[in-house]
């Protein structure tokens, strides 16, 4: 355990099972511990969890997660804390992926609450700078947290990124407590929390979505059906090269490739180059030959078996009969609320959930709005909305 320095702010770097366990002991009498996490899923296919930061009774700590050590103690002692993190829901899902880990205490999020209380930037470098008035670095956000040693900008970042949460997280839930929003904030971090708890298999449960990129509106079922084969050419060459999918190719490309192989692809001799297509450098070899492979299934896929330009309606999330509904009344009285209380209106409540809203109507408004998912106290709020629209004010 090596106590070092970082731009003036101190650190203990934890790289060995002795000082996890004296990590552990510290942290069970903390009144609250920021949390973050470093991945490196800009880098590898099977991300991982790189790096774990801990800040607690004015000390911060660096876990070297990948250096063997027994993380899962921290994370017992931990999930029993009061937690404080910003924007928790990737750091909270990338933490139960890897260790099965799941906060049982009280979890404090400052991206939420800044949203509740109407903060138009809410990234934490600006909600720093607004109410600490502290800079902080951003060079090595994107770095690959899986190399070691880690360098003294890598340190910095992250040293920073917990070591000032505490005391944002005391401003922001006072103005939460004065504003009468602390429920608000409750309630916003338990649906993100029960969004974190979802499993991969939960997560895609729809083998004919997950190949689905954006810019596919415009596509016929042949070109979506080159898209498709490429998507899982993809998806297999990433896995055995460990390197996320757009390292690998880009959607864009996949995109420019299916609309070019519907005009021109009609053969099976391995494709060299694309005519205005930019191709990757490190497609040869097999690589073009599987590449090749893939488009020939695209082209030689019967029109009857193409994927559909939409997918099937799913009854329980989308109702046909939503056509017939005009929502636009209700989004301008969601607007009027939401200005009122100084806040986004998509965080009232989102055109989708109108939907959900509108076609159970009439009925128990109190039902149909727990159907539809809508946090408890929104509630007065969006019976407002309705009685705004009924009454045409």
Known sequence: MDAAQADNLSYIYIDSNEAIAEVCEKMQHADAVAIDIECDSLYHYYEKVCLLQLSFSGV????????????????????RQKIIVHC???????????????????????????RLLGFERVSLSDL??????VDLPKSSQKSDWSRRPLSDKQIEYAVRDTCYLEQLAGKLSDTLEAKGR????????????????????????????VWRIKGLNKLSTRQLEYVRQLWFWRDILARKMDRPHFKVMSNSMIIDIAIWASKHHHHSKPVTAIKGVRMPKTLNGKRLESFTRALNRGHKTADAKLPPRRLPVDNSDYDENYALLDVEPYQKACCQV????????????????????????????????????????????????????ESGS
């Open 60 to 79: 911060n700590y660096l876990i070297d997660t990948l250096c063997g050590i027994g993380v899962g103690q921290v994370l017992d002692v931990l999930s």
């Open 88 to 114: 928790g829901d990737y750091d909270f899902r990338m933490l139960r992926k890897c260790y099965g880990f799941l906060p049982r205490g009280e979890v404090f999020d400052s991206w939420i609450a800044a």
């Open 128 to 133: 720093v700078r607004t109410m600490l008035d």
């Open 182 to 209: 602390s429920q608000w904030n409750e309630q916003g971090v338990q649906e993100m929390l029960q969004r974190a708890s979802f499993t991969e298999e939960q997560e895609n449960n729809n083998p004919d979505k």
């Open 338 to 389: 939401a200005e009122k209380l100084g806040i986004e209106p998509p965080i009232l409540v989102t055109r989708a959930q109108w939907y959900k809203i509108l076609i159970e109507m009439p009925g128990d408004i109190d039902e149909i709005l727990q159907k539809a998912e809508i946090l408890p106290w929104k509630y007065e709020y969006i019976k407002e909305m309705l009685n705004m629209v």
